[in-house]
């Protein structure tokens, strides 16, 4: 059952889920590959992100998972010597044609990290950012609405309704986190990834963006990193286990939690010796 | 399997392996020495395995502890997960297996002189094949074995007609002489006992099956041939 470390990447696309089966693919990835000046860190990944869905990339430090969801925003761009290959198609185009603005891609591809980021400005300001320069909003009363809309789906708008104007810097670590999100979706995104967005949360706060997660992926091709595989298993509908650069299973998350294909996804899920 | 990184985890499994086993060894003597004493008409015989019920009960009782501190403090997942399940599932179909042999035991007990050899041997020759599976069926839980798991599985059809055989064979007896009806009755439910310890011993098969492949048997068709 085990492929040979470096060996054939098993990818089953023909994977359907229910809760994708009405959406094709949102993100396709072919053949994936990103060097660090020589160093190889992701070796030809093909995998293909369905809408309406949740899938998470699990794996050990190091395995290359973050490196890789940092290409479907081309986040990598910022990082000098990082070069990126293959073709990641969004509604046929590739994201890394020279004619692709990186801006604008960042809007319709959101990023959620890992440490809860809001800009220094008030919690209002911090959502009509984004709708402002990308010209999304006609006028206060539109921006407003906008506002409104996101920190209600991203379920903040009755925590703080009455202190817009405070700083984002105000509120707890798991709120930071959620108006992060909504400042994500403020600007109409059609993916959201998702970079360990609750290690630095409670448990409590946790089970808040998880819910949250939960409900957003009835509109949005959702992928996170994470390195807590009870939370892949509780938020995702497929899962891809990464090592080495590699990805070594993909498949439906129940099946990889219960009944995994390949040894090396066993014993990484199990708390085995690789 | 390698072992845990958490070395801990590792010896919990094997303590709840090791349990399993030990429930499944105390009921293979019950049965075994049920027949036993019903052969001999051993009365000490068939008080003593019926003490031995109690004991299977415990470790079924503190089997269940285990796995509910395991899965609230590990969160099992892939194999670990479903050889807890079917550790779950496997110590009460054991646990059911001890009750059926007690019966006998205890029915053993209440048997009069109208009883002749025939009616003992009917029920002795039935207990082989069912202390067999029984031992088969431990063996492939003890060697995860998914082979020996879907043999077991598939030779249920022998019991089930070993029972119809004794069933009809119990009935001449009746009919020949209706003071055996008390001691025949307590019999037939004995045959009946055993036909239902073959079943658990399928049971088993399906869980270790499951835990060794991750696929379930029972979805799969099992040739009946059962009239009774």
């Not at chain 1, 994708?20 to 070796?43: L, M, T, W």
């Not at chain 1, 298993?233 to 294909?261: C, D, K, M, W, Y």
């Not at chain 2, 590990?74 to 007690?102: F, N, V, Y």
Request: aromatic fraction near 6%; charge should be negative.
């Amino acid at each position: 059952m085990d492929t040979t470390q470096g060996g054939p990447v098993m990818v089953d696309d023909s994977l359907t889920l229910p809760q994708a089966s009405d959406a094709g693919p949102r993100i396709d990835c072919r053949n994936i590959k990103v060097f660090y000046g020589e160093a190889q860190a992701i070796h030809d990944v093909s995998i293909s992100f369905p809408d309406r869905a949740v899938t998470s990339l699990i794996g050990p430090s190091g395995c290359g998972k973050s490196t890789f969801l940092r290409c479907l925003n081309r986040m990598n761009d910022t990082i000098e010597n990082c070069r990126v290959e293959g073709e990641i198609l969004m509604d046929g185009e590739n994201i890394n044609d020279a004619d692709i603005d990186p801006v604008l891609l960042r809007s319709r591809v959101g990023m959620v990290f890992q440490k809860p980021n809001p800009f220094p400005k008030s919690i209002y300001d911090n959502i009509a950012y984004g709708p402002r320069i990308h010209g999304l909003a006609n006028g206060r009363e539109d921006l407003d609405a906008i506002v409104e809309k996101s920190l209600r789906r991203a379920g903040l708008w009755d925590e703080v309704k009455d202190r817009l104007m405070a700083p984002g810097t105000s509120l707890s670590g798991g709120q930071q986190q959620r108006l992060c999100i909504a400042r994500a979706i403020a600007v109409q995104p059609e993916v959201i990834l998702m970079d360990e967005p609750c290690s630095a949360l409670d448990p409590i706060a946790t089970a808040r963006i998880e819910e949250l997660i939960d409900d957003l992926r009835s509109r949005y091709c959702i992928v996170i990193v994470t390195h807590s595989m009870q939370q892949a298993a509780r938020v995702s509908q497929r899962t891809a286990f990464f090592h080495l650069g590699h990805i070594v299973e993909l498949g439906e998350t129940n099946q990889i939690f219960t009944n995994p294909r390949e040894k090396r996804t066993e014993d990484y899920i199990t708390g085995r010796y690789g | 399997m390698s072992e845990h990184i958490v070395s801990a985890y590792s010896e919990e499994l094997e303590r709840l392996s090791a349990e399993i086993m030990k429930m499944g060894g105390i009921v293979e003597t019950m049965i075994a020495d049920a027949s036993q004493a019903l052969s001999a008409n051993d009365l000490e015989l068939a008080k003593e395995v019926v003490t031995r019920d109690p004991l299977v009960d415990a470790i079924e009782a503190d089997v269940e502890r285990q796995i509910v501190s395991i899965i609230a403090r590990r969160q099992p997942m892939g194999h670990d997960l479903r050889m807890i399940l079917s550790a779950m599932k496997i110590s009460s179909e054991l646990e059911r297996i001890g009750d059926l042999s007690k019966n006998i035991a205890k029915r053993s007990q209440r048997l009069d002189e109208n009883v002749n050899a025939e009616m003992r041997n009917a029920i002795i020759r039935m207990s082989q094949p069912v202390a067999r599976q029984l031992r088969d069926v431990l063996n492939a839980y003890a060697g995860a074995s998914s082979d020996k798991a879907l043999a077991v599985w598939g030779s249920d059809d022998d019991i089930d007609n070993h029972y119809n055989s004794v069933f009809r064979e119990m009935l001449t007896y009746l009919i020949e002489d209706p003071r055996r009806i008390t001691a025949g009755a307590h019999m037939l439910f004995m045959a009946k006992n055993l036909e239902r310890i073959g079943d658990h011993c399928t049971n088993i098969a399906e869980f270790v099956y499951y835990q060794v492949v991750g696929d379930y048997l029972s979805e799969l068709e099992r040739p009946k041939q059962n009239q009774v």
